[in-house]
């Protein structure tokens, strides 16, 4: 079963800027969409950012649009989400996700539509 595993999280002041990394295990990697999301305390899992499979077809979550940038490297079965301009509401655990169907036409949004989870980062933006 292939395995998700995260890097790249810490803490940043307000402003600043950190990538985060996600190793995929197995090469079927680049037949799923990939797609990242978080989870503040109290707070339910929120969409990121997702990359179709086969291109570089991207969503955002409104929350981060313009500031985040989703990339992909199917060589190497790496996903990296480049935060930008990052914000205190940014602070939370990042999890990358594989989804549940592979060669899906559209892009998923919905924790409900990935089934694959790595075990996440802690992102802190401090004020």
């Known amino acids: 079963q292939v395995q998700l595993v995260e890097s790249g999280g810490g803490l940043v002041q307000t402003g600043g800027s950190l990538r985060l990394s996600c190793a995929a295990s197995?090469?079927?990697?680049?037949?799923?969409?990939m797609g990242w999301f978080r989870q503040a305390p109290g707070k339910e899992r929120e969409f990121v950012a997702s990359?179709?499979?086969?291109?570089?077809?991207?969503v955002y979550g409104d929350s981060v649009k313009g500031r985040f940038i989703l990339s992909r490297d199917n060589a190497d079965n790496l996903m990296h989400l480049q935060m930008n301009s990052l914000k205190p509401e940014d602070t939370a655990v990042y999890y990358c996700?594989?989804?549940?169907?592979?060669?899906?036409?559209?892009?998923?949004?919905?924790?409900?539509?990935?089934?694959?989870w790595g075990q996440g980062t802690q992102v802190t933006v401090s004020s």
């Open positions: 996700a594989r989804d549940r169907i592979s060669s899906r036409l559209v892009v998923a949004a919905d924790p409900q539509d990935y089934d694959t």
């Open positions: 197995e090469h079927t990697f680049r037949s799923f969409a």
């Open positions: 990359i179709k499979w086969g291109s570089d077809w991207t």
